[in-house]
């Protein structure tokens, strides 16, 4: 079968059939020895000529991005650029080195050659240990032969063959698991034990000039049931290929289960003598499989101690988890672009038969830590920045100089383009300028420079930018004690308005507007005494009814504003109406900017679906009748097309939209966001809001909100050389074009995310050179948008297991067909899939609302790479292994039930919610020191925060809350969950590693079922 073809996947989150057989395996988590990089020279090879030398092919991928933007104080044009190099394309058939995934990689592969087998993970039922061992140096070993039981013992390949692996299967049909995986002969482990070997077992690392991956050499198992593996290679002494990833044959029928799945094959191994058959094996052990955990422990190990060179070609950055530290030297750092795959296939239908996403997820304003410091500014004067003639790319490092100095190569378009005199500079022996370090343009992947008034809007300097705060005055939003929370806490927040630097005063322009059927602006020039109120009821038409005076500068009118805010409540405390609009709301705001000639952004807060008669007037059309059905896509598209209007004169303008919804019935979030997501906004929600218990949540948004770094009328543009091209564009931004991404407001947590493609074939000898900006998790958001959910999550497990079936056909060695084999880079691909496809986003609960679910895709689709990494897989800590006194967290644990104590305190995070969990024998001392209560039955399970004690572990856990609510772009409220309470069955659906009550399949249930499907594609 062709494997681009998209036959029917049976889906995984139907009830469970009987009989599927699991597979028995052993304990995972082996260490994998590191690939050791050589020393950064700089770019000399960039200057050498000739062709690279064989088998080591010198490509490069530049990464890049432009945009601009408006500064908050002075306002000259800024342009950040960043530029990342990626491998080599590869020419090769695929290879787990020249394909990556998105998902972690436990470490950093390089390119082999074809002849050497791929690292991947294997992990198959594991024998006896008396049963396989090393084969006796004194005679060879042949397949099918017996061996003598040994001890099982891994040892170093030779480094003049490719590395032999077996892959017989013992007679328990039991498979050999190959090298770089977790290999383990011994008896399986206690759940969760990683660590060194088993006693009497070796193991040694290969040596340094070896390709980097593992191997292990074991003897063959006697033939079982006619089953006979591979042919031996010639020079390999009876031991066969085999790769890792092999995660064990499909065991037979056994006592107490059911038949298989209807069709499913028997994986050619016949069922022994009931006699002669193994113990009953109940499930696969979860420990057995591939843990995301333990991929993020080691990732932390082996990458979180060094800094992060970017300058190292081929190099996978640490994970999002990782702790690091970057050195820029010459590519993007990983905190700006990071790609779905770091090695590019050399043509279009190696990509294409791969299946493998080719993305970057750029976040343009991504927050430096302290240790990085701020990019480096450049000033090129007057002239502007240097650029090539042809196609417009910024200098870089990849940029060559010829002639002397006097004339440079573009990397992009190889256009030659003159240097002009004020920039010009020798040449040193190496065919470096010998100001390369001086300048951070050529020798620097990010940098800012400061932009002339030719890159300007209209080529004139932007004006400083206003923040309007519009206000919902109608019954829900204060009879719930909104408007009052809102006109309290900006009296405080208006002094911490962005700016330059801490000793000057903010020159951004605040202006007030309340509403609820008809508007009301309020002058607040500082010389009136008391602000003034003007009324505006004709909405169909909107105009701002006063110019000066609308928008102030906070210190000017600062005794004004406070009056107005202490009177707006008060004003509106008995008002009856209920009917609200919404498209006038920003029709007002937008015409406010335009009639003060500056761009800026407009908070406001909304309570109820806008019904009164106005523009953009809405229905109520939540229907769950359609959910599930093919019209359910329409509840997922706007209403009207009103907003979409309205928000392209909203880019035109530089207005950026920021909703704080606070319904308490259905509202449309799905058609209220289009001005959000269009203008590079944020939507928030609070449904059923109360001060009391809201409030904390909501403020630390809205300060969040007000005081993060943000630049204004942004255009990005992804530029690439010959032979790919950007397509597909993800996030909240709006595009007039093809290449040109407008963004009204550009805010530190705002990603976009680039798909490329190829028009061209690649070449090894000249590499692919982007300049582009990248999102996570947007690939799926495209289709969700576009089609039902239940055909989102077929076509989703059909590119997986597409996926891994290219894989198992091109790159990996002949074994068994009941062994799933996964590459390396790609063993936690199914995990992370399974999360997504049972997440809210793509399968709801029943109690969710529609509302709630248009929130969850908008929220998506702008997520970076650590933020989606959480909400898909939730990070739970064991807070009764908490160290007091040290700064260490204890080690996250995998998201199942059957991992949690009773005795224990789990705190749980996925970014949006936070639940502390309370097992019900919680030891006596514990309960005292959190929670200052004698017995479980006396915890408060509706306190949103935890109560100060004097002791160190609670002045612990209340630290950690804190800064992981820090970590995050929204607050996160704590909510206490005591086991076998009601919210329990919340707190459940977040164990994502289990079954869920909306059908989703478990992390086991799921694997069996991706083997099912690349089986049925391989046949």
């Known amino acids: 079968m062709n494997l681009n073809q998209q036959p029917h996947m049976a889906s995984p989150y139907a009830p469970p059939q009987p009989g599927y057989q699991m597979y028995p395996q052993p304990g995972y988590g082996a260490p994998h020895p590191t690939q050791q990089y ?199 002494q009876g031991f066969h290929p085999q790769q890792n990833g092999a995660f064990g044959q499909m065991r037979p029928p056994q006592s107490g289960y059911a038949a298989p799945y209807p069709g499913q094959q028997n994986f050619g191994i016949q069922p022994p003598p009931p006699a002669a058959a193994p113990p009953a094996q109940k499930r696969l052990d979860p420990d057995s499989i591939p843990s995301p955990i333990q991929v993020i422990e080691d990732d932390k190990a082996n990458k979180g101690s060094e800094p992060f060179i970017t300058g190292v070609r081929g190099q996978v950055p640490p994970l999002v988890t990782t702790t690091f530290q970057v050195k820029d030297q010459g590519n993007a750092s990983p905190r700006f672009i990071r790609c779905t795959a770091y090695n590019m296939p050399c043509t279009s239908d190696m990509a294409k038969q791969s299946q493998v996403p080719l993305a970057a997820i750029i976040k343009p304003l991504a927050t430096l830590p302290p240790d990085e410091g701020p990019l480096h500014l450049v000033d090129h004067g007057e002239g502007g920045p240097i650029r090539c003639n042809r196609c417009k790319a910024y200098m870089c490092p990849y940029m060559q100089f010829i002639e002397g100095g006097r004339r440079f190569q573009c990397s992009f378009c190889s256009c030659v383009t003159d240097v002009p005199p004020h920039y010009f500079q020798h040449l040193d022996h190496t065919g470096r300028r010998v100001d390369c370090y001086e300048r951070p343009e050529l020798h620097l992947g990010s940098y800012e420079f400061l932009a002339t008034v030719d890159y300007c809007k209209n080529n004139k300097l932007p004006q400083p930018p206003a923040f309007i705060f519009l206000i919902d005055v109608s019954y829900n939003a204060v009879k719930s004690g909104l408007v009052a929370v809102v006109c309290e806490e900006l009296k405080t927040l208006l002094d911490h308005l962005p700016r330059e630097s801490v000793d000057e005063e903010s020159r951004i322009r605040v202006g007030f507007v309340t509403y609820n ?141 920021d909703i704080f919804l606070f319904p308490n019935q259905f509202v449309d979030v799905t058609t209220l966001s289009v001005v959000a997501c269009s203008t590079g906004g944020s939507v928030y929600k609070y449904s059923h809001f109360q001060a009391q218990t809201d409030r904390d949540r909501f403020l630390n948004d809205l300060r969040r909100d007000v005081q993060k770094p943000m630049g204004f009328d942004a255009v990005m543009r992804v530029r690439t050389s010959t032979g790919i091209r950007a397509t597909d564009f993800f996030g909240s931004f709006y595009m007039s074009n093809t290449t040109d991404v407008e963004l009204a407001g550009l805010d530190s947590d705002k990603t976009v995310t680039v798909e490329f493609r190829h028009d061209d074939k690649l070449s090894e000898d000249t590499g692919a050179f982007m300049q582009s900006i990248v999102v996570t998790g947007c690939y799926a958001y495209r289709t969700v948008l576009s ?41 936690l691909l199914p995990v992370y899939l399974n999360c997504v496809l049972k997440s809210d986003v793509l399968q709801p609960s029943a109690e969710l609302s529609l509302d709630d679910r248009a929130y969850l895709r908008q929220l998506v689709s702008c997520m970076d790479v650590a933020e989606s990494h959480v909400f898909f897989y ?56 959190v929670f200052g209560t004698a017995s479980f039955s006396q915890i408060d399970p509706n306190m949103t925060s935890l109560p100060v004690l004097d002791n160190p572990f609670s002045k612990r856990i209340r630290e950690i809350i804190e800064s992981i609510r820090a970590q995050r ?8 969950v005591k086991q076998d309470d009601r919210l329990e069955i919340l707190f459940k659906r977040f164990l994502v590693e289990d079954k869920n009550s909306s059908g989703g399949a478990s992390y086991v249930d799921f694997l069996c079922h991706m083997h099912k499907e690349i089986r049925q594609l391989l046949s």
């Open 969 to 976: 772009s929204r607050y996160m409220k704590l909510m206490v």
């Open 874 to 929: 939730p990070r739970l800590l064991p807070l009764q292994k908490l160290d007091v006194e040290g700064d260490a967290l204890p080690v996250a644990m995998r998201d199942s039930e059957e991992r949690l104590s009773r005795a224990g305190l789990y705190l749980l995070e996925n970014g949006l919610n936070l639940f502390l969990w309370v097992g019900s024998a919680i030891p006596q001392d514990l309960l005292h020191n």
């Open 517 to 657: 059927k008809v508007l009301h602006f309020y002058n607040v020039k500082s010389s009136l005494a008391q602000p003034q109120m003007m009324v505006v009821s004709d909405v169909s038409e909107m105009f701002v009814p006063l110019l000066d005076g609308f928008l102030v500068s906070v210190g000017e009118s600062r005794v004004v504003i406070n009056s107005l805010l202490d009177q707006i409540p008060e004003i509106f405390a008995d008002t009856r109406e209920t009917e609200t609009v919404f498209g006038p709301v920003v029709q007002a705001g937008l015409e406010a900017l335009k009639a003060a000639d500056c761009a800026g952004k407009l908070f406001i807060f909304h309570s109820s679906l806008p019904i009164a008669e106005a523009p953009g007037k809405l229905k109520n059309r939540e229907d769950k009748k359609l959910v599930g059905t093919d019209k359910e896509k329409s509840l997922f598209q706007p209403q009207v097309s009103f907003y979409g209007n309205l928000a392209k004169e909203c880019v035109a303008q530089g207005c950026c939209v």
């Open 787 to 827: 089609s039902p959910t239940k055909n989102v999550r077929d076509v989703l497990v059909n590119q997986c297991a597409q996926i891994l079936a290219c894989y198992r056909k091109n790159c990996a060695s002949p074994s068994s067909a009941g062994q799933l084999i996964l590459p390396e880079c790609m063993k």
């Open 38 to 236: 050589a020393p950064y020279n700089g770019h000399t090879s960039l200057y050498q000529q000739g062709a690279p030398p064989a088998g080591k092919p010198v490509v490069f991928g530049c990464c890049w991005f432009w945009v601009y933007y408006r500064s908050v104080s002075d306002y000259p044009l800024v342009k950040r650029l960043s530029f990342g190099v990626s491998p080599p394309p590869s020419s090769q058939p695929m290879s787990s080195a020249a394909f990556t995934s998105t998902g972690p990689p436990n470490y950093t592969p390089q390119l082999a050659s074809a002849s050497q087998p791929p690292s991947s993970m294997s992990m198959t039922p594991g024998p006896p240990p008396s049963m396989y061992g090393a084969p006796p140096t004194s005679q060879p070993s042949f397949p099918g032969a017996p061996t003598p039981p040994q001890s099982p013992h891994y040892s170093s390949p030779p480094v003049s063959q490719p590395s032999p692996y077996h892959s017989v299967p013992p007679a328990a049909a039991a498979g050999f698991p190959p090298p770089g995986g977790a290999t383990v002969t011994a008896p399986p482990r206690h759940p969760g034990m990683q660590g060194p070997p088993f006693a009497n077992q070796s193991m040694s690392a290969p040596p340094a000039s070896q390709p980097n991956h593992t191997g292990a050499g074991m003897p063959p198992g006697p033939p079982i049931g006619g089953v006979q593996g591979p042919p031996p290679q010639p020079g390999l």
